[in-house]
């Protein structure tokens, strides 16, 4: 079945510093969805890009959609503690069917 | 007004026993879900029920049995629980398939 693989799987940042977690399909994506896990809560949905190319902000973060479909990234600048969590991505293998998620990047900020 | 709500929110309970946990939803969405996070946070689709049509994950073994009373609940029970069972399972919702999903606040299951 499809893979959504996502690295790193850990990453830890001074606050002020920037960080960015990659998202990989072994298939094309019909589009692809990010979502932000604090510790302890509940996956809560960030945003979807459904475009080849496709680049979307909110505030620090930047989110981008690989031309081909197949690959996505978050970016954010200059992170704060706020910012702590586990980042997933996650796609659709085809079809009707639910979506498949990344394994996620728990990223630390150190303040 | 939480808009996916589960309970409980943990549940100790031991090996060969039977549990239920229950789920719903106020957004009017018409697909809900059931997902299982393991102690390295990796989330793993079960089911998915959407109009009545129930979606089986093969990897979810038969002891694991959702049930839909309408399109608002989505209850998962579980028979024989194992100690592998252990874990945090997620509700969620959307419209449709392609939707942002919506999830609840999850139940933490330790079997003993």
């Known amino acids: 079945g499809q893979q959504v693989m996502q690295i790193p799987q850990y990453q830890h940042v001074q606050e002020g510093e920037d960080f960015t977690t990659y998202c990989n399909s072994s298939?094309?994506?019909?589009?692809i969805q990010w979502y932000k896990q604090r510790p302890g809560g509940h996956p809560v949905f960030l945003i979807q890009l459904v475009k080849s190319g496709e680049v979307k902000k909110q505030k620090r973060l930047t989110f981008q959609f690989g031309e081909a479909k197949k690959n996505s990234s978050l970016h954010i600048t200059a992170t704060q503690t706020t910012d702590v969590g586990t980042y997933f991505c996650a796609g659709f293998p085809s079809g009707n069917t639910p979506l498949v998620f990344g394994k996620g990047t728990r990223l630390s900020v150190i303040a | 007004d939480t808009a996916v709500s589960q309970t409980p929110k943990y549940l100790v309970t031991q090996m060969g026993n039977d549990k239920s946990i229950k789920c719903e939803q106020n957004l009017g969405h018409d697909t809900m879900y059931w997902y299982k996070q393991d102690s390295k946070k990796f989330l793993k689709i079960m089911f998915s029920y959407n109009n009545k049509e129930l979606i089986i994950n093969e990897t979810v073994p038969n002891r694991f049995s959702p049930k839909s009373p309408d399109k608002a609940h989505l209850n998962l029970h579980i028979n024989s629980l194992e100690l592998g069972d252990s874990a945090v399972y997620f509700c969620?919702?959307?419209?449709?398939?392609?939707?942002?999903?919506?999830f609840g606040s999850g139940t933490r299951l330790t079997v003993v």
């Open positions: 969620a919702s959307s419209q449709g398939f392609r939707g942002g999903y919506t």
């Open positions: 298939t094309t994506l019909s589009n």
